[in-house]
């Protein structure tokens, strides 16, 4: 945040920003650039991104989501259409990587806006 300029957005807010891949300050500048590498400094307010590490929780959120989006739909078609295999071979990775591709940045976005309404420094190195 830039002192003077606005009030701090809540941490809601900043995540939600964060989370369809906007600035986690302003809302207006872009959080992602090359798909999941965080901006240096948002292009509208100038808030620094470049410093934050969101290291592996954003990975784990979307192996949580999608495992639970394709495993129970893959268990029900199995179980109510018993479809040959080289069906649920075409299916499953498919949905599974159009599915990570999709929430990956999201779930990044999410957890640096996070960080950065808390506070945290985002590095070990201080
Ligand atoms: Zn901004």
Same mark, same amino acid.
């Given at each position: 945040?830039?002192?003077?300029?606005?009030?701090?957005?809540?941490?809601?807010?900043?995540?939600?920003?964060?989370?369809?891949?906007?600035?986690?300050?302003?809302?207006?500048?872009?959080?992602?650039?090359?798909?999941?590498?965080?901006?240096?400094?948002? *292009?509208?307010?100038?808030?620094?991104?470049? !410093? +934050?590490?969101?290291?592996?929780?954003?990975?784990?959120?979307?192996? #949580? @989501?999608?495992?639970?989006?394709?495993?129970?739909?893959?268990?029900?078609?199995?179980? *109510?259409?018993?479809?040959?295999?080289?069906? !649920? +071979?075409?299916?499953?990775?498919?949905?599974?990587?159009?599915?990570? #591709? @999709?929430?990956?940045?999201?779930?990044?976005?999410?957890?640096?806006?996070?960080?950065? *309404?808390?506070?945290?420094?985002?590095?070990?190195?201080?």
């Amino acid at each position: 945040m830039i002192a003077g300029t606005e009030a701090a957005p809540s941490r809601v807010l900043a995540s939600f920003r964060g989370l369809i891949g906007c600035c986690p300050n302003c809302g207006r500048g872009r959080l992602l650039r090359n798909f999941l590498k965080p901006v240096d400094q948002c *292009s509208a307010c100038g808030e620094a991104y470049g !410093h +934050l590490r969101a290291d592996d929780a954003p990975p784990w959120m979307t192996i #949580l @989501i999608v495992g639970h989006i394709v495993i129970p739909a893959l268990l029900a078609v199995e179980q *109510s259409y018993e479809p040959p295999t080289w069906v !649920h +071979l075409t299916i499953w990775p498919l949905l599974t990587l159009v599915l990570t #591709l @999709i929430l990956l940045p999201r779930c990044k976005g999410l957890v640096l806006g996070l960080l950065w *309404s808390t506070g945290a420094p985002g590095s070990e190195r201080g």
